[in-house]
Nanobody, 125 residues
Framework: QVQLVESGGGSVQAGGSLRLSCAAS????????MAWFRQAPGKEREFVVA????????DYVDSVKGRFTISRDTAKMTMYLQMNSLKPEDTAAYYC??????????????????WGQGTQVTVSS
C-alpha cells in the first residue's frame, strides 16, 4: 500500500511555470505505475500524464505535450510534474495516482488504486 501527498500548486500568470511533487510512502514505490490527473470545477477528472513502473513508457495527453514533463526519483520516493508555458485552461486541482497492478500506463482513473488529496493550480491570463 502507498500513501500519496501532492504539493507545489499555486497561482501563476499565463506563460509561467510550476513544479508539482507527489511524495509517496511505502517500500515498493518503484513498482508502481503512476499518473497525474486534473479536475477543473464542473468538469470530469482528466488524464494528464502517466509513467510506467519501469519508467519505460510515458504517455502525455496532447494538450500538455511539449509543456509538461513527468519524472520520478525513486530514492526520494517522489514523482514530479514540471509544468511550463502554463495556460489558463490548465487551471485545475491536480491529483497524483498510483497502482501496483498496471503493467504499463493507463489513462483511466478507475485503474489507479491510490490517490493523493490534490493540489490547486490556478493560471491567470
Amino acid at each position: 500500500q502507498v500513501q500519496l501527498v501532492e504539493s507545489g500548486g499555486g497561482s501563476v500568470q499565463a506563460g509561467g511555470s510550476l513544479r508539482l511533487s507527489c511524495a509517496a510512502s511505502g517500500r515498493t514505490f518503484g513498482r508502481y505505475a503512476m499518473a497525474w490527473f486534473r479536475q477543473a470545477p464542473g468538469k470530469e477528472r482528466e488524464f494528464v500524464v502517466a509513467i510506467s513502473r519501469w519508467n519505460d513508457r510515458i504517455d502525455y495527453v496532447d494538450s500538455v505535450k511539449g509543456r509538461f514533463t513527468i519524472s520520478r526519483d525513486t530514492a526520494k520516493m517522489t514523482m514530479y510534474l514540471q509544468m511550463n508555458s502554463l495556460k489558463p485552461e490548465d487551471t485545475a486541482a491536480y491529483y497524483c495516482a498510483a497502482d501496483q497492478s498496471l503493467g504499463s500506463t493507463s489513462r483511466r482513473f478507475s485503474e489507479y488504486a491510490y490517490w493523493g488529496q490534490g493540489t490547486q493550480v490556478t493560471v491567470s491570463s
